[in-house]
């Protein structure tokens, strides 16, 4: 079991070294930013997609580019650019996800010698037209592509590439009914390093690997904390966070984060128009805190409560994440519906902050104890 974790860990941990290989061999690579962003139309180019991340906690270069108050995630992207570290990338498709995102865009755009780059209008509410409209900026995303790099991308390599992506985001799914068991056989750190490895390998390999991962598990077992936890919020794509939370008494049995649960929760439509089915896709996700109004998410967010039977609620939040901090007293007021209790915690993107994090969340399981006695 741990040599195969340890093939999901080297995904991530080898990603820029394993991209350049794929580069070497004539592979194209688009890097996108944003869960928004449908990887579906890159793989059916032909093209690998690349989740962009941040690195190391000093951004000196992104701190002269950015406002000082765009978080820490955006810095650390925009440093990994500035390093040399993605110049493998054919192109980068960002959105509007943010106010934060939009700044990394504007300055990758302006500074970063990408050859395409496109950032892509999302909706903030699920309607028809918006549907509609994302529908055409997806065409438009799919016309561009094909223009720039002389591919053609037809209906039915969209049809196969979603049908591929489906099959993922299923076992995805099936890993996540594991973690509602009285025993989990998988921590939260190790589904979250789980689900990176998927954004930095060809899908077909990865989905291999899931349905070796899930026959593994069977009677797995875990050393794991006496309070399940759900944690929702900001980007936390560092299973360092997670594993801090475990090993002081928890254990994470769901999550609703972009890098987590919402990024694979639903499927996409294999019938019709294939543009209009991977906007109807992402538009209807479990919804993140710039969509409105909120009631789906507060039904989505209790459903997953009552199903994973958490004991208590981690809401953390990147420092100057607008998005996320903003929601807070939402997020409150839904958990206070079931009465479950909710730790916020400002935190940095990189583990800067872990050493604070360790006494709030050891307060919180203090405060969990005395509610069960």
Same mark, same amino acid.
């Given at each position: 079991? *741990?040599?195969?974790? #340890?093939?999901?860990? #080297? ?21 996108? /930013?944003? +869960? ?7 793989? =059916? ?52 996800? !943010? ?63 979603? *049908? ?16 509602? =068991? ?7 750190? *190790?589904?979250?390093? /789980? ?9 077909? %390999?990865?989905? &291999? ?14 050393? =794991?904390? %006496? ?5 929702? &919020? ?9 594993? $801090? ?12 984060? !972009? ?23 992402? $538009? ?10 909120? %009631? ?40 206070? #519906?079931?009465?479950?209790? $909710?730790?916020?915690?400002?935190? #940095? ?16 399981? *203090? ?5 069960? +006695?």
């Amino acid at each position: 079991m *741990e040599s195969l974790m #340890e093939r999901f860990r #080297e995904s991530f941990d080898r990603r820029y070294e394993r991209a350049r290989e794929r580069k070497a061999a004539g592979q194209r690579i688009i890097g996108w /930013v944003c +869960a928004w962003v449908p990887e579906e139309i890159f793989a =059916a180019a032909g093209f690998l997609p690349f989740r962009v991340m941040g690195g190391g906690a000093e951004t000196p270069r992104a701190d002269a580019h950015l406002y000082s108050n765009n978080c820490t995630f955006v810095r650390s992207c925009l440093e990994e650019a500035f390093k040399g570290n993605v110049d493998f990338l054919d192109g980068l498709v960002a959105c509007n996800s !943010c106010d934060h995102v939009r700044r990394l865009y504007d300055s990758w755009q302006q500074y970063i010698a990408t050859p395409f780059k496109k950032a892509l209008g999302v909706p903030c509410k699920s309607s028809p037209m918006t549907i509609k409209l994302f529908a055409q900026d997806l065409a438009l995303l799919r016309q561009e592509l094909g223009e720039a790099f002389g591919v053609t991308i037809t209906d039915e390599d969209l049809r196969r590439a979603i *049908e591929v992506y489906n099959r993922g985001r299923s076992l995805l799914r099936q890993l996540y009914e594991l973690r509602k =068991a009285d025993s989990p056989p998988i921590t939260g750190a *190790e589904a979250l390093e /789980v689900v990176k490895a998927g954004w930095y390998m060809p899908r077909e %390999e990865y989905n &291999g690997l899931l349905v070796e991962l899930l026959a593994r598990l069977k009677g797995r077992k875990v050393e =794991a904390g %006496e309070h399940r936890l759900m944690v929702l &919020g900001s980007q936390m794509d560092d299973p360092g966070y997670l594993r $801090v939370i475990e090993e002081l008494g928890g254990i994470v049995v769901i999550d609703d984060l !972009c890098c987590g649960s919402r990024s694979f929760w639903n499927l996409a439509g294999i019938d019709g128009d294939p543009i209009q089915a991977l906007a109807e896709r992402y $538009v209807n996700r479990p919804f993140c805190p710039r969509m409105h109004p909120r %009631e789906p998410r507060v039904k989505h967010l209790q459903q997953l409560a009552r199903e994973y039977r958490v004991d208590g609620v981690i809401f953390e939040s990147i420092k100057f994440c607008d998005l996320n901090a903003g929601t807070f007293p939402v997020i409150k007021a839904c958990f206070d #519906e079931l009465d479950l209790p $909710v730790l916020n915690l400002e935190r #940095e993107y990189t583990m800067t902050s872990a050493g604070q994090m360790k006494t709030r969340v050891g307060a919180f399981y *203090e405060s969990l104890e005395g509610r069960r +006695a």
